[in-house]
């Protein structure tokens, strides 16, 4: 065992979720096939809500910042439902997301499963969208689309660079992503144009999340995917790309499970800073083979069993978080972090790490940390590693 400053105040909060993450290990996930009716889908994974573990990590207080914290939904400009889980519907979502502003959702007293019919997709031009669940709602991708989309190099920009605009903002917060899934392949063209860059619009199986900035807090991702192959594809659940002024992902109060994608089955980024607080990783796998870049022979992948991050210049912070049981086929099975060139640091404070398996290779259990071209240990603040 790693051992750094002490961390006997995080035990409890290991044996706390334990029973709750141990009922969803034992399948009690949502999960959703297209043979299914979107009423009969609903109806199944509502029933099983309420064995789904808290939102992140009950026993975390490590602090989090204003910018970090939940949006408030006082005011909304949308509400979706008329307080009856019938009127929570697809295509309320799709509207309501592609308008922009604070949307609720009025669904009823009960935990209510929309399956997403239709991607939602954010409007470039939208200055705010937040979409609060209130704790009920969970978004089903049903294993056939991704949940959430905004990118702001699609089609024609809003700004002079796409890549460094300040909004859209965009905000999920107390509610559950399940069963996305993004199946588009890793592009291969070297053209510098908006569909090869950063590997083409790939990954992010729930969200992907492309200019602007994102934040998730207090909100759960269970059983997404993105496809299982390609050197730099990644994000079972959440794929951000070029955040205004590199501006932090904050990641609270979340939890993450089941998830598989190539590389990163929960998160996965390119350039990207990252503040994850007081969440949840457990059971999510990086399936691809080969690393990056791909080995002769393989297409590539493998690395990042819960987050991947690579590129230039960003740092990596992981407080008050448990992430356990998390595999990468390739490197880092809970975290590949990879500075090109630059500065970047990948750090853990108050955070408990146990049983997270690298396939092929580590700095450090469960953690593969390179900065300009140097392997090296994270930094450990408080927090435990076996």
Request: proline share 4%; aromatic share 8%.
């Amino acid at each position: 065992m790693y051992e750094m400053g002490g961390f006997r105040s995080l035990l409890s909060a290991i044996l706390a979720i334990g029973g709750l993450i141990s009922a969803l290990l034992s399948g009690h996930g949502l999960t959703a096939t297209g043979s299914r009716s979107q009423s009969s889908t609903a109806a199944a994974a509502a029933s099983r809500l309420t064995a789904l573990p808290d939102f992140g990590n009950p026993n975390g207080h490590f602090y989090v910042p204003p910018a970090g914290r939940a949006v408030n939904t006082t005011h909304p400009n949308h509400v979706i439902g008329d307080g009856t889980p019938a009127s929570c519907t697809s295509a309320a979502v799709v509207r309501a997301v592609a308008a922009g502003g604070i949307i609720r959702f009025d669904c009823g007293s009960k935990p209510v499963t929309i399956v997403m019919k239709a991607t939602a997709t954010v409007n470039k031009k939208t200055h705010l969208v937040v979409l609060d669940g209130r704790g009920l709602v969970t978004l089903s991708g049903a294993g056939q689309r991704r949940i959430l989309y905004s990118d702001t190099c699609a089609g024609t920009w809003s700004t002079d660079d796409c890549v460094n605009q300040p909004y859209p903002q965009v905000v999920v917060q107390n509610i559950t992503f399940a069963d996305g899934d993004n199946g588009t392949h890793q592009a291969t063209c070297t053209a510098n144009a908006p569909q090869c860059w950063y590997g083409g619009v790939d990954g992010g199986g729930a969200i992907y999340a492309e200019g602007g900035q994102f934040k998730a807090v207090n909100s759960r991702f269970i059983n997404n995917r993105c496809y299982g192959y390609g050197p730099d594809l990644g994000g079972g659940a959440i794929r951000a790309l070029a955040q205004y002024k590199n501006r932090p992902v904050y990641i609270t109060s979340d939890t993450f499970s089941g998830g598989k994608c190539s590389n990163g089955a929960a998160l996965s980024s390119i350039s990207v800073q990252w503040d994850v607080f007081n969440s949840v990783f457990v059971n999510n796998a990086a399936v691809g083979w080969g690393a990056n870049p791909a080995a002769s022979g393989t297409p590539g992948g493998g690395s990042g069993g819960a987050i991947y991050n690579d590129g230039s210049d960003y740092d990596t912070l992981v407080a008050g978080t448990i992430m356990r049981d998390n595999t990468a086929r390739e490197g880092g099975g809970a975290v590949f972090f990879v500075v090109d060139s630059g500065w970047g640091k990948l750090t853990f404070n108050e955070s408990a790490l146990h049983h997270n398996t690298s396939g092929e290779f580590q700095t450090f259990p469960g953690i593969y940390d390179n900065i300009d071209g140097h392997d090296g240990p994270p930094v450990m603040i408080h927090s435990t590693d076996n």
